[in-house]
């Protein structure tokens, strides 16, 4: 039972963990020895729990995480795509990537970060509204490596929260940066030791519990345009996303990458 009166549970599932802690809802991410990456059955698992929250009235606050201590999430599962497999949740393809970055709630999100976040993991923490990042966790669109893009809302998210050069740099490099350089260009709210990431979150989760849940959310739609469950501001750069994301699919150069990581070589690109 927690301190506030409200019955804590827990659901696990094989791809992820939801637990209830008084008015905040715990989503983890459990692949972790897939470094949490992104296949259907995870994206359907975290959609739903955010459809949940949603229309859960005690429910105030959610945070998102992965399992263990390597990775928060490594993107997509490319081993996944390489089989010629979708990452969207079955049915519900308007979540889009992991079942959230489309997928607009009214409740506040903290992504606590707790170890690598790169490609689709930068993503979904883009699509949180908070995020509290562990010392040794990493941010990163390295996409172009793979002969892909960050089509999960990344290529027009990045920019819109970090000074514009900044993002350009690490979106053409693909290299990921720090989490003491990730708060220095006010990409994270915090760090928090390692280990102790959960906790940081949950407590920055329970400073926004004790308000008026009306008041907050209705402070999240305004502060984002929303109208319905649409980001009015974001409509036509998710057209642009999409159609260049399914003309690099259709490249050469976008099988060879995911082929190529899966059997750890250096890709060879044709630029077609």
Not at 38 to 65: F, K, M, Q
Not at 249 to 267: M, N, Q, T
Request: glycine share 10%; with cysteine; proline share 4%.
């Amino acid at each position: 039972m927690c301190s506030n009166g409200i019955q804590s549970t827990k659901t696990t599932e094989a791809d992820a963990i939801v637990e209830r802690r008084g008015h905040v809802l715990l989503i983890t991410i459990n692949r972790p020895a897939a470094r949490n990456a992104i296949n259907a059955a995870v994206s359907a698992a975290v959609g739903g729990a955010l459809v949940e929250a949603e229309h859960d009235p005690e429910i105030r606050v959610v945070v998102l995480t992965g399992a263990g201590d390597k990775s928060f999430c490594a993107g997509a599962d490319l081993k996944a795509i390489s089989r010629g497999e979708s990452v969207h949740a079955p049915g519900n393809e308007q979540w889009g990537f992991a079942g959230f970055v489309k997928n607009f709630i009214s409740k506040p999100i903290i992504a606590a970060v707790n170890g690598a976040a790169l490609g689709g993991g930068t993503e979904l923490a883009l699509a949180a509204d908070l995020i509290v990042a562990a010392e040794s966790s990493t941010f990163g669109l390295p996409e172009v490596k793979r002969g892909l893009i960050a089509g999960a809302g990344g290529m027009f998210r990045l920019p819109a929260q970090i000074p514009q050069r900044l993002a350009m740099e690490m979106m053409f490099t693909g290299d990921p940066i720090s989490a003491e350089k990730a708060l220095e260009w006010g990409l994270i709210n915090q760090i928090a030791a390692d280990g102790s990431v959960v906790d940081a979150a949950l407590a920055l989760a329970e400073r926004i519990s004790v308000n008026a849940p009306l008041s907050v959310q209705a402070t999240k739609r305004v502060a984002y345009g929303v109208v319905g469950t649409e980001r009015v501001d974001e409509a036509s750069k998710w057209e642009m996303s999409n159609a260049e994301w399914y003309s690099v699919l259709s490249s050469e150069d976008a099988k060879e990458g995911p082929i190529a990581f899966a059997e750890k070589r250096a890709p060879i690109w044709k630029a077609r």
